[in-house]
C-alpha cells in the first residue's frame, strides 16, 4: 500500500519562531490532508490539498502541495503556545475515494515559551 | 450538531478475551473508518465502511473485524486480545462521497489495555 513518510519526528521551538512539517510520497497522491492533535485529544481536520502546487492558508498556517503531487507542507508563523500538538499528513487510499486514510507518523511540535 | 460518539471511553481486557467497540458516526454521515494509535505505529487504518459495506481494510490480522449497521453505527470486535493489541482506537465519519473536502470528523477513541 501507499505509505507517506513525515519528517522531523519532533520539533522544538522558542515561542514566536517558525515551524514547518514535510511529508513525502514515492508515489502521486490524489489528495492531501492535514490533521493537528492536540496533547490527549484525537485528530481535528485541518485541511485538503487537490491541485498540484496548490497553496492554501489558514491564518498563521500556510499549506502546499507539491507540483508533482508528491510531497506536502505545513508552515506555521510566530508560534503560539496553542499550537503545541502533533501535525499528521495523511493520504486517502485507492485512488482518492472515501476509503480511508494512511497517516504519515506525524511531528510532535513543542513549544518553550 | 452531535460529533462522533465512541463508547467506552476506556476498557480493561484481559489476554485471551474479546472486545467490542462502538461507534455512533455525525447525523447523516454514512461512512466510518477505524483506525488504531500508538506511540510506535502511529495512526494506521484498520478498515472503512459504507452503507454497511466494507469498502477497504488495513493490513491487521483476522482477530480484528467489524460491521455496519442500516443506521450507521458502527462496531469493531478484537478477539483472542493480545498485549500489543493495547492502544487508543479512533473511529472517524465522512459523508462517504467521492473526494470529500471537508476530512474526516474523529471521535474522542476509546483507550484499551490489555493485561
Known amino acids: 500500500g501507499q505509505q507517506v513518510m513525515q519528517i522531523p519526528q519532533y520539533q522544538h521551538v522558542q515561542e514566536g519562531e517558525d515551524f514547518t512539517t514535510y511529508c513525502n510520497s514515492s508515489?502521486?497522491?490524489?489528495?492531501i490532508q492535514w490533521y493537528k492533535q492536540r496533547p490527549g485529544g484525537h485528530p481535528v481536520f485541518l485541511i485538503q490539498l487537490v491541485k498540484s502546487g496548490e497553496v492554501k492558508k489558514q491564518k498563521r498556517l500556510t499549506f502546499q502541495f507539491g507540483e508533482a503531487k508528491k510531497n506536502s507542507s505545513l508552515h506555521i508563523t510566530a508560534t503560539q503556545t496553542t499550537d503545541v500538538g502533533t501535525y499528521f499528513c495523511?493520504?486517502?487510499?485507492?485512488?482518492?475515494?472515501?476509503?480511508?486514510?494512511?497517516f504519515g507518523k506525524g511531528t510532535h511540535l513543542i513549544i518553550q515559551p | 450538531k452531535a460529533g462522533v460518539t465512541q463508547t467506552p471511553r476506556y476498557l480493561i481486557k484481559t489476554r485471551g478475551q474479546q472486545v467490542t467497540l462502538s461507534c455512533s458516526p455525525i447525523?447523516?454521515?454514512?461512512?466510518v473508518s477505524w483506525y488504531q494509535q500508538t506511540p510506535g505505529q502511529g495512526l494506521q487504518f484498520l478498515f472503512e465502511y459504507f452503507s454497511e459495506t466494507q469498502r477497504n481494510k488495513g493490513n491487521f490480522p483476522g482477530r480484528f473485524s467489524g460491521r455496519q449497521f442500516s443506521n450507521s453505527r458502527s462496531e469493531m470486535n478484537v478477539s483472542t486480545l493480545e498485549l500489543g493489541d493495547s492502544a487508543l482506537y479512533l473511529c472517524a465519519s465522512s459523508l462517504g462521497t467521492v473526494r470529500p473536502n471537508y476530512g474526516y470528523t474523529f471521535g474522542s477513541g476509546t483507550r484499551l489495555t490489555v493485561v
Open positions: 495523511a493520504a486517502l487510499n485507492s485512488g482518492g475515494g472515501a476509503d480511508g486514510l494512511t
Open positions: 447525523s447523516g454521515h454514512r461512512s
Open positions: 508515489t502521486t497522491l490524489s489528495n
